[in-house]
């Protein structure tokens, strides 16, 4: 699976932007996915979830309240809206499938990563 970021761009503290994630292939729609994101100097964290269906998501408390995952899997693409965006959020975003069971949502892959898409807030 192939998967493009984008939708990222520089925006005002305060402000929204909506990621897009389109995937290849055919497995897309039987995965969990997630968004993830990566600042300057820190690991790569796992902040959205969302199930393959769509019936279920799930949030970092960093982005909870002000974040929404979504996805079309008749179009193998999933969405992130990030909403009253603030400084600390200032990433490069990518996505990737997420493992989900009964007991954990953790970080996966499809065996690689996208180019991502940088976020940049301004205060």
């Known amino acids: 699976v192939q998967l493009v970021e984008s939708g990222g761009g520089l925006v005002q503290a305060g402000g929204s932007l909506r990621l897009s994630c389109a995937a290849s292939?055919?497995?897309?729609?039987?995965?969990?996915m997630g968004w993830y994101r990566q600042a300057p100097g820190k690991q790569r964290e796992l902040v959205a979830a969302?199930?393959?269906?769509?019936?279920?998501?799930n949030y970092a408390d960093s982005v909870k309240g002000r974040s929404t995952i979504s996805r079309d899997n008749a179009k193998n693409t999933m969405y992130l809206q990030l909403n009253r965006l603030k400084p600390e959020d200032t990433s490069v975003y990518y996505c990737?499938?997420?493992?989900?069971?009964?007991?954990?949502?953790?970080?996966?892959?499809?065996?690689?990563w996208g180019q991502g898409t940088q976020v940049t807030v301004s205060s």
């Open positions: 292939g055919s497995t897309f729609s039987i995965n969990a």
């Open positions: 969302i199930t393959s269906g769509g019936g279920s998501t």
């Open positions: 990737n499938r997420v493992l989900w069971t009964s007991t954990v949502i953790a970080a996966a892959t499809f065996g690689s």
